[in-house]
């Protein structure tokens, strides 16, 4: 973190929302015990006690066709009993991999030109931080090692994602984030803004402060800047409209690579097939997992431009060896699970079903904005955020010590409603099949827990 992202905004009162305090900690954690979750049908999970929930955030924000998916079940069968591994490296490669590769440059948001597999999110923005120092040694720019993120984005938990990912907890005592990994400001309007400044006000400082920072470290030092076009475990973030293109202009001019983070907004959650589309991005690289497989199966990938995947090519012919494999990078099962998956939400037309279900979504929490905690609503297709609030009209937040978000998550659980609280922002992601009965159930139940929450805070 740089000396000027410590300043979020000028409201005092507004500073302690910049903390984003985990949802428990490890002693409480095995004290409580989890809760065991035993099966799962639509959008609905059922724990060992028979208690069943909503499980309104797709697990980790991934289970995009929810439980029960018969068709993806017997991809991985049949898979498995034809050929249930092969690897990448020596010039080895398998029908569903070159099948799914396929697949994904033809609905890529803006034209890329190859995929690079691997097993999580983590490791897809892993590979492409690596790749973009690869390809800046091959442009004979080896000075260009920087790379930039938002305070509060989340990119994963190697070491590399980790230093990108711009969490407190992902840092503090792992000795992380590693040099040369900086943050700045992330677009959050509602959080970050100063006095009377508005929307296009903000963004052009926060374009402002990029153009800053790349001046002060020296442009022919920064690599690139990753990005998740709507942040999620940030507490749902959609930055406003006229950010990316501002943030975009900068970029070009010192001829920085983009990233684009779509772990969590690929594949219709944002009511676009790619989260790029929905927050008019154009990256040079892509990454996605979760909704690729629809969790089902572990997979991951990561698009490359043709600019980036010229210099690589390049350079590897003269290395020999591009070093870069894993032993499980598009493995055929999961492979064969993923095309099927991606197979599954063109039938549906998963991204029209999203469109209609987003006013279900967000105006049913919208009509909760009249509630005593209920700060700020925010989201994009089926992906919303509602922060808590102390006081409304000032946003002051609540001490995170009282862990108001956290008490709404539990009261949430307890009502048959999983959620999840970032913060005191509670966050919501459900399956992308959900029907407006299941958002008004979820909804309602949400209300129980706010109204829980509010005598808790009342009485605080
Ligand atoms: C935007 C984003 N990037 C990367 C990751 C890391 O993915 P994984 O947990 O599969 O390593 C996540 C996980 O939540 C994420 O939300």
């Known amino acids: 973190m740089t000396e000027q992202t410590k300043q979020p905004n000028s409201f005092e009162a507004r500073d302690s929302a910049s903390v984003v305090h985990p949802l428990t900690n490890l002693k ?3 004290k409580k015990g989890p809760v065991i979750i035993n099966d799962g049908k639509g959008i609905w999970v059922t724990d060992i006690h028979g208690k069943k929930y909503i499980e309104g955030m797709s697990g980790l924000w991934c289970l995009s066709l929810g439980y029960g998916q018969e068709r993806l079940v017997e991809a991985a069968t049949k898979q498995l ?3 249930p591994y092969y690897h990448l490296t020596n010039h080895k490669s398998h029908q569903p991999v070159i099948e799914l590769a396929e697949k994904l440059l033809k609905i890529a948001p803006v034209p890329m030109s190859r995929i690079w597999f691997s097993n999580s999110g983590s490791e897809g923005n892993d590979s492409a931080a690596r790749i973009v120092w690869y390809y800046w040694n091959s442009k004979k720019q ?45 677009p959050h309007h509602y959080r970050y803004s100063q006095e009377h400044e508005d929307e296009d006000m903000f963004t052009s400082r926060l374009a402002d402060e990029l153009e800053a920072m790349i001046l002060k470290e020296g442009p022919d030092t920064i690599a690139a800047f990753f990005t998740e076009p709507i942040m999620g475990s940030g507490g ?45 991005l154009v990256p040079d690289m892509i990454v996605c997992a979760k909704g690729l497989s629809s969790a089902y199966l572990p997979i991951s990938a990561l698009m490359i431009n043709e600019r980036v995947f010229k210099e690589m090519s390049e350079k590897s012919d003269e290395i020999g060896v591009f070093g870069l494999t894993f032993t499980y990078s598009g493995h055929p099962v999961s492979a064969k699970v993923a095309i099927e998956t991606l197979k599954i939400y063109e039938e549906k037309n998963i991204v029209e079903h999203v469109r209609q279900m987003e006013p279900f979504l967000l105006n049913g929490l919208r009509e909760l904005s ?54 005191d922002t509670i966050s919501f992601c459900p399956p992308l099949i959900i029907k407006e009965n299941e958002i008004a159930l979820m909804i309602s139940l949400f209300k129980k827990a706010l109204d829980d929450t509010l005598s808790m805070t009342s009485e605080t």
């Not at 983070?261 to 589309?277: K, S, Y």
């Open 28 to 30: 409480e954690h095995l």
């Open 81 to 83: 009993q034809k050929l």
């Open 142 to 186: 080896p000075k260009r090692r920087k790379m930039i993120s938002h305070l509060r984005a989340y990119h994963g938990n190697t070491i590399a994602s980790a230093s990108l990912s711009g969490m407190h907890y992902n840092h503090a005592s792992f000795g992380l984030p590693l040099d040369g990994f900086l943050h700045v400001t992330p």
């Open 236 to 280: 749902v973030i959609v930055p406003p409209d006229t950010y990316y293109e501002k943030i975009q202009v900068v970029l070009k001019k010192y001829d920085i690579l983009l990233v684009a983070d779509e772990v969590i907004t690929a594949f219709g959650r944002t009511g676009n097939m790619f989260g790029t589309t929905t927050m008019k």
């Open 370 to 423: 009249y509630h005593p905690l209920v700060g700020e609503i925010r989201g994009k297709g089926l992906l919303a955020g509602v922060e808590l609030v102390a006081n409304k009209k000032t946003r002051k937040a609540f001490n995170p010590k009282i862990g108001v978000g956290k008490f709404c998550a539990e009261r949430a659980e307890h009502h048959g409603l999983i959620i999840r609280a970032i913060g």
